[in-house]
């Protein structure tokens, strides 16, 4: 009787082992799913400035928006990239990943809005 309690009280162990190693790597692959976006966002951003100081002096003292065509261009970015990879991670049942992503997108999607309305009231 105590050698079965004892084998029991052990494959309870690695049970409990195996379903905490699962929480951390379903942690791991939520956090790089929101690093996801944020990445891609700040990369967009990074174009955008690029661009910005390309453009000739002239041209920026019109009143064309070029600020405000990369505020949307993150918008537009995470759209052509977020849906379909999110399919992709549903298909390949990566739910947790998918999970990550979805809130990292909504996380850079409120972002974006808050500087579109920051910028609409500046002029």
């Keep these: 009787m105590a050698t079965n309690l004892k084998y029991n009280f052990v494959?309870?162990?690695?049970?409990?082992?195996?379903?905490?190693?699962?929480?951390?790597?379903?942690?791991k692959e939520v956090l790089l799913g929101i690093a996801i976006p944020i990445i891609v966002a700040a990369n967009v951003c990074a174009i955008g400035v690029i661009a910005i100081y390309k453009i000739p002096y002239s041209l920026l003292q019109t009143n064309f928006p070029f600020i405000g065509y990369f505020i949307f261009a993150i918008g537009i970015a995470q759209l052509i990239y977020i849906i379909p990879f999110t399919m992709?991670?549903?298909?390949e049942q990566r739910f947790a990943l998918m999970k990550g992503t979805i809130v990292g997108a909504i996380i850079v999607g409120l972002l974006n809005l808050a500087f579109i309305v920051y910028v609409s009231q500046l002029s």
Excluded: D
């Design 11 to 27: 494959e309870l162990e690695e049970s409990s082992k195996k379903h905490c190693m699962f929480q951390l790597n379903e942690l």
């Design 88 to 91: 992709y991670l549903a298909r």
